[in-house]
């Protein structure tokens, strides 16, 4: 069965501090593996990675994958408050649907 | 960009009516829709995959006859939760997938805001 688990569940940390946000999967047919952030509403798009070493980066945030140990992480540096939020890690599988198999996410706090 | 509406954002309806959702690709034809619910402190789980002009393919576990899923143009699909109850309260959210246009390009998928639907 495909499985995408993230870790840690929740993480609590002060503004300025580095995260890292770790996500390792089992899928049959992998395609690509996507970082999402989950505030109130729907998720946003941040990266989506295809090829294993190629670190993917916006501003503050960067993502690597790697596809022979079947992780990925995201990584925050100096963090802020508005980085609080749900990281949901997601990878898509090729078939018929290209259907994307998610995370339980990791739950990010950031204090003041 | 790609942007994808969903209407309504928020419904509370009776036990035992039924709530149609709508989700729309406003700049962008979508061949594929996605519909996930996510219920409190859980993830995106899959619910069917919406392909327009054919039938959808439910996910294991999802009642096609309670989950009416209708994808009849390339910008619109709409999810219909029949005879709700309770155990319906959720966050149902769709997402869209760009036609591909012929080249081999990956393309992401773009969500809508979601649905907060509350059943009494």
């Known amino acids: 069965e495909d499985k995408v688990v993230q870790s840690p569940l929740s993480l609590v940390v002060h503004e300025g501090d580095t995260v890292t946000l770790n996500c390792s999967y089992e899928?049959?047919?992998?395609?690509?593996l996507l970082w999402y952030k989950q505030e109130k509403k729907a998720p946003t798009f941040l990266f989506m990675l295809?090829?294993?070493?190629i670190e993917k980066k916006s501003g503050r945030l960067s993502s690597i994958l790697d596809k022979k140990e079947l992780f990925s992480i995201l990584n925050i540096t100096a963090t802020q408050t508005g980085d609080s939020a749900v990281y949901l890690c997601a990878v898509e599988a090729s078939g018929a649907t290209n259907k994307l198999i998610f995370g339980t996410g990791t739950l990010l706090a950031v204090q003041p | 960009g790609a942007v994808v509406s969903q209407h309504p954002s928020r419904v509370i309806c009776k036990s035992g009516t039924s709530v149609k959702i709508e989700c729309r690709s406003l700049?962008?034809?979508?061949?594929?829709m996605f519909w996930y619910r996510q219920f409190p402190k859980q993830s995106l789980m899959l619910m069917a995959t919406?392909?327009?002009?054919?039938?959808?393919?439910?996910e294991q576990g999802v009642e096609k006859d309670k989950f009416l899923i209708n994808h009849a143009s390339l910008t619109l699909s709409t999810l219909t939760v029949t005879s709700a109850h309770p155990e319906d309260s959720s966050f149902y959210i769709c997402?869209?997938?760009?036609?591909?246009?012929?080249?081999?390009?990956?393309?992401?998928?773009?969500f809508g805001p979601g649905t907060r639907l509350l059943v009494l």
């Open positions: 919406s392909n327009e002009g054919s039938k959808a393919t439910y």
């Open positions: 899928v049959t047919n992998f395609r690509s």
């Open positions: 700049d962008f034809q979508a061949t594929t």
């Open positions: 295809t090829s294993s070493g």
């Open positions: 997402s869209a997938r760009k036609a591909s246009g012929g080249a081999m390009v990956q393309e992401t998928q773009y």
